[in-house]
């Protein structure tokens, strides 16, 4: 089956600007998480979707947000970039919420802020 | 504050060896622990789960030791081989934070032919 898709693979915005990042889970994962990965903090919790709802929130600046789709699809939306969020933001799914095989990882997003 | 840490940040095995990556942390109230494994340019892939109500878990040449008392956990890899050369991340969970893994800043693992 498809796994974890990311679009775009790459992306370069100019600080000050907005961007969409898109996830398109695992077919029946209904559970879609997002995670920063900077090589100073390593990978880092922005939020957790399920079946359309937040149900968990990182500690990073209402700039970043997201929503999830009766789909499960799910983007994350970053306002007024900065340089600090550069980074490859990685978008995870999984059919149960904890404690199992997989949450699966997407091949994530780099993104450059210049 | 970080709640899981990986304190090598690089460990070079000779190919055939043990592998052992190490990691600890801080909460106890974390009740699932995961190794994951990435290569450049991928997304992490997971490797093997444990429980916190075990203390070892195996699946192939992978184990994971889990002890509660020192708050440690352990990932041996046995034979290493060249392709296990990646970066290895630990991670961490509770029910609580249902979707929310608790990663390690990752171990770079370099298995030489």
């Known amino acids: 089956k498809a796994g974890v898709t990311q679009t775009p693979r790459y992306l370069i915005k100019t600080r000050g600007q907005q961007v969409t990042l898109s996830c398109s889970p695992i077919s029946g994962h209904r559970s879609v998480s997002w995670y920063q990965q900077t090589p100073g903090q390593g990978l880092q919790f922005l939020f957790e979707?399920?079946?359309?709802?937040?149900?968990n929130k990182g500690n990073f600046p209402g700039r970043f947000s997201g929503r999830q789709f009766s789909n499960s699809r799910s983007e994350m939306n970053v306002s007024t970039l900065e340089l600090g969020d550069s980074a490859l933001y990685l978008c995870a799914s999984s059919s149960l919420g904890v404690g199992f095989s997989g949450y699966t990882f997407g091949s994530g997003t780099r993104l450059t802020v210049v | 504050d970080q709640q899981v840490k990986q304190n090598s940040p690089s460990l070079s095995v000779q190919e055939g060896r043990i592998s052992i990556l190490n990691c600890d942390y801080t909460?106890?109230?974390?009740?699932?622990f995961l190794w994951y494994k990435k290569y450049p340019a991928e997304g992490p892939t997971f490797l093997i789960s444990?429980?916190?109500?075990?203390d070892k878990n195996e699946d192939g040449r992978f184990t994971v030791f889990l002890n509660k008392s020192a708050k440690h956990l352990s990932l041996h890899i046995v034979p290493s081989q060249p392709g296990d050369s990646a970066v290895y991340f630990c991670a961490a969970n509770y029910g609580g934070s249902q979707g929310n893994l608790i990663f390690g800043k990752g171990t770079k693992l370099s298995v030489k032919p």
């Open positions: 909460n106890s109230m974390f009740d699932y």
């Open positions: 979707y399920f079946s359309e709802t937040q149900r």
């Open positions: 444990i429980s916190s109500i075990k």
